[in-house]
């Protein structure tokens, strides 16, 4: 025996003898060996007792034990065979049945591969030869058939055990991952699914980045003939300007002289003609004058474009009260009022500025009521959140021209700005029809705009609202 075994019995013998003593039992042997005999014999019988106490209490355990490993096998989630060499199936639990839908002990001694479904039954057979070959754990993946034709997935994992004649079997675990293969076939025709459908996104974002290329190249082309026409515009306008400036430059000396010699003709031959030949001759004056007046404002009109001074701080109160001062006679004439209030100083061209004063008070003095005119200008502060389209951070202002005048009807606004365009009768009120449009050129050529409200007898307000800043001031 091992020192363990002996250990246990040196302690087995002396809890023996401490039972003997405690019995008090008698001794009467006479001799000496006698009674040692007789104790040895006791002290064996004792401890037979208590190893037979020791093999009770093992014996209960054991059974406890196997009763629980018969409840754990029976009743695990899991099935669980035990299969020979032959395929033979030699002990199964409950739930092994239950997978097969085989009661317990019909499965026992029934051939394995009878349950595995015909198109894995050669992957099942090299599964548990591989098992009895190397003795070493396997896993496989089939379909069983239960009882009834039922077909689920399953996961085979197998191990060898040795018994004790020296032959070997086949421990095999049965987990039903049907679901699992339902789960991955779902997936895998959902991911062939997404494949399909990315190939045909892909291919359409192809087709429509083609398109978009093609697109983005007309539009390049059409942006560089927009760019060629442009300049082409521009070239256009420069000469049409250059032209307009020259003609009209050259048509004022023979208008000049068709003046000077039709006053000195109706000083010298006045007396000499008739009504009719002086009233010729007054129409002859008359359309000189209008056709100086026209292309004068003409020059004016195609000066406004073209390059001059450069855009700086300009006072607006000075240029109002400036212009005010210019045209003194004309207000004199018509005893005109001017209340100048308010008035920012921002960036732009200082004499066009003083034209667009001028041209806005004189053309306020010309359609004047019978009222004593008051002309009124002023300026108000725009917030940019006020405006749809204003610039966000740019500060702009609405400068006010209102006068007190015969007004107009506002179905003819834009008639007012438009060139040689007039609303009333030359026999009513002289002018060439320029000032407005010059205006409003003016306006647009600072980065802003002009327009107007009135009505017929109740004046006139004309709103200009121009930027502080300009990409041209200095």
Do not use: W
């Not at 085979?156 to 991955?184: H, P, Y």
């Not at 050529?445 to 041209?472: E, N």
């Amino acid at each position: 025996m091992g020192k363990t075994s002996e250990d246990s019995a040196a302690i087995l013998r002396r809890a023996a003898e401490a039972k003997l003593k405690a019995r008090n039992l008698p001794d009467d042997t006479p001799v000496e060996d006698a009674r040692r005999l007789i104790h040895e014999l006791r002290v064996h019988q004792i401890e037979l007792e208590m190893q037979n106490e020791e093999l009770r209490r093992t014996q209960v355990q054991l059974e406890e034990s196997r009763s629980e490993y018969s409840n754990l096998y029976d009743f695990a989630p899991v099935g669980y065979l035990t299969i020979d060499e032959n395929g033979l199936i030699l002990k199964a639990n409950l739930a092994a049945a239950s997978l097969l839908g085989t009661p317990r002990a019909r499965l026992i001694k029934r051939i394995f591969h009878s349950y595995v479904h015909e198109q894995d039954q050669e992957k099942s057979r090299l599964h548990f030869t591989r098992i009895f070959k190397t003795r070493e754990g396997q896993s496989c993946d089939v379909r069983l058939m239960a009882k009834g034709g039922a077909e689920f997935y399953a996961l085979l994992e197998s191990i060898f055990v040795e018994t004790a004649n020296g032959s070997g079997q086949c421990r095999t675990s049965i987990f039903d991952v049907s679901r699992a293969k339902i789960a991955e076939k779902a997936l895998r025709k959902a991911h062939g699914e997404m494949e399909k459908r990315v190939e045909e996104r892909t291919a359409e974002l192809a087709e429509a980045n083609k398109l978009l290329m093609q697109e983005i190249d007309v539009r390049r082309r059409a942006q560089e003939e927009l760019r060629i026409n442009m300049e082409k515009l521009e070239r256009s306008s420069q000469e049409l300007q250059a032209f307009a400036f020259s003609a009209s430059h050259d048509m004022q000396e023979p208008l000049r002289k068709i003046q000077t010699f039709s006053g000195m003709l109706k000083e010298r031959a006045s007396r000499n003609l008739d009504d009719q030949g002086l009233d010729y001759l007054e129409r002859i004056v008359d359309s000189a004058r209008r056709m100086s007046e026209q292309i004068h404002g003409l020059l004016n009109y195609s000066r406004v474009n073209t390059p001059g001074r450069r855009f700086t701080p300009v006072d607006l109160t000075g240029v109002a009260r400036e212009v005010a001062g210019s045209i003194g006679r004309l207000a004199k004439e018509a005893d005109a009022t001017f209340e100048i209030g308010y008035l920012p100083t921002i960036d732009a061209d200082p004499d066009q500025m003083r034209q667009l004063f001028s041209n806005l008070i004189e053309n306020a003095l010309k359609f004047r009521s019978e009222k004593k005119p008051i002309i009124k200008i002023y300026a108000k502060h725009i917030d940019d959140t006020e405006r749809i389209g204003m610039t966000s951070g740019k500060q702009s202002f609405d400068i006010f021209f209102e006068d007190n005048g015969i007004g107009f009807d506002e179905k003819y606004l834009d008639r007012i700005f438009t060139l040689f365009q007039r609303l009333h009768g030359r026999s009513a009120y002289q002018g060439s029809g320029m000032g407005l449009p010059v205006c409003r050129r003016i306006v647009e050529r600072h980065g802003g705009s002009i327009t107007a409200k009135s009505a017929p007898g109740q004046g006139t307000t004309f709103i200009i609202t121009l930027p502080s800043k300009h990409p041209a001031s200095d």
